[in-house]
């Protein structure tokens, strides 16, 4: 209901409002200012959020892919060892030669060596020789002696095989043995 003078017209008042309006302006500005960078704040960290959990993904699908290679070719690695005597390489079929030599032990004149027989390899790298050691014990190759036996053409014949080096090989299959 409108306001009226005495003689019943209308009362109107001229307000000046540019000064709330360039207010109002301003505090509009920055809600929507405030509200859209609220916005881009969400949208970023959404953004980044979604790109971590997609490297996240695929490191950890990496990792296992490496941890996976990684456990196959120790696997490929992983074996039973054995020695096979008298031999320079391995005769089963599933077995790999890890390395062939001949075999060797302590002289049976000298105690405190080795107790059983080893298989050494072809080429020893020999450590400092002291001369002052050099009656203690030591582990020396074995050889073929035949000396009391010649029988031509067999493993007995003396000009073959007297002092010669027995041999034996180091060999491994891939999977574990049960029994040798």
Same mark, same amino acid.
């Given at each position: 209901?409108?306001?009226?003078?005495?003689?019943?017209?209308?009362?109107?008042?001229?307000?000046?409002?540019?000064?709330?309006?360039?207010?109002?302006?301003?505090?509009?500005?920055?809600?929507?200012?405030?509200?859209?960078?609220?916005?881009?704040?969400?949208?970023?960290?959404?953004?980044?959020?979604?790109?971590?959990?997609?490297? #996240?993904?695929?490191?950890?699908?990496?990792?296992?892919?490496?941890?996976?290679?990684?456990? #196959?070719?120790?696997?490929?690695?992983?074996?039973? #060892?054995?020695?096979?005597?008298?031999? #320079?390489? !391995?005769?089963?079929?599933?077995?790999?030669?890890?390395?062939?030599?001949?075999?060797?032990?302590?002289? $049976?004149?000298?105690?405190?060596?080795?107790?059983?027989?080893?298989?050494?390899?072809?080429?020893?790298?020999?450590?400092?020789?002291?001369?002052?050691?050099?009656?203690?014990? $030591?582990?020396?190759?074995?050889?073929?002696?035949?000396?009391?036996?010649?029988?031509?053409?067999?493993? $007995?014949? $003396?000009?073959?095989?007297?002092?010669?080096?027995?041999?034996?090989?180091? !060999?491994?299959?891939?999977?574990?043995?049960?029994?040798?």
């Amino acid at each position: 209901m409108p306001l009226l003078n005495s003689l019943n017209a209308p009362l109107v008042a001229q307000l000046d409002v540019t000064a709330i309006n360039t207010e109002l302006k301003a505090y509009i500005q920055q809600e929507i200012a405030n509200g859209v960078k609220l916005a881009m704040e969400e949208l970023a960290a959404t953004i980044v959020n979604t790109k971590v959990d997609q490297a #996240t993904v695929k490191l950890e699908e990496s990792m296992q892919e490496k941890l996976n290679q990684a456990n #196959t070719e120790i696997q490929d690695k992983i074996g039973t #060892t054995y020695i096979q005597w008298g031999r #320079t390489n !391995c005769t089963a079929d599933d077995a790999e030669t890890v390395y062939s030599g001949f075999i060797g032990g302590s002289s $049976f004149t000298n105690s405190g060596s080795a107790v059983d027989y080893l298989c050494l390899i072809n080429d020893p790298q020999w450590g400092i020789y002291d001369s002052k050691v050099n009656s203690l014990p $030591f582990i020396g190759g074995a050889l073929y002696d035949v000396w009391d036996i010649n029988v031509p053409n067999s493993p $007995f014949d $003396f000009n073959k095989y007297d002092h010669h080096r027995v041999p034996c090989s180091v !060999c491994m299959k891939k999977r574990k043995l049960r029994r040798l």
